[in-house]
Nanobody, 128 residues
Framework: QVQLVESGGGLVQAGGSLRLSCAASTRAFSIYHMGWFRQAPGKEREFVAAISRSGTSTYYTDSVKGRFTISRDNAKSTVYLQMNSLKPEDTAVYYC?????????????????????WGQGTQVTVSS
């Protein structure tokens, strides 16, 4: 079992940037496919970005393409979400998640139901 702890959220003005981090409590971090999700008040949790175990493949929801970048450092057991050009509609609690299935190292996982482990979330608020 792996524990995930997000950090880096906060309040930022529209157009600003934030970098979220998600630290995993495992040295075997490289076996996990990782993803970021978000949940705004009154809405369902939605996919934001995913990265393969190897870090060579990434995938983004359309609304964040060109603004957000997901990356990982397997040596530090950490996945990141760099968020630029933030908009008020990006306001949400952001969660990282891990999928331990033995998929190809270059595959990304976008289905929320496939993820096994979740962090507690970090609040991102973008003011207009």
């Amino acid at each position: 079992q792996v524990q995930l702890v997000e950090s880096g959220g906060g309040l930022v003005q529209a157009g600003g940037s934030l970098r979220l981090s998600c630290a995993a409590s495992t040295r075997a971090f490289s076996i996990y496919h990782m993803g970021w999700f978000r949940q705004a008040p009154g809405k369902e949790r939605e996919f934001v970005a995913a990265i393969s175990r190897s870090g060579t493949s990434t995938y983004y929801t359309d609304s964040v393409k060109g603004r957000f970048t997901i990356s990982r450092d397997n040596a530090k057991s950490t996945v990141y979400l760099q968020m630029n050009s933030l908009k008020p509609e990006d306001t949400a609690v952001y969660y990282c998640a891990a999928d331990h299935r033995p998929l190809l190292s270059s595959m990304v996982v976008v289905n929320i139901k496939e993820y096994d482990y979740w962090g507690q979330g970090t609040q991102v608020t973008v003011s207009s």
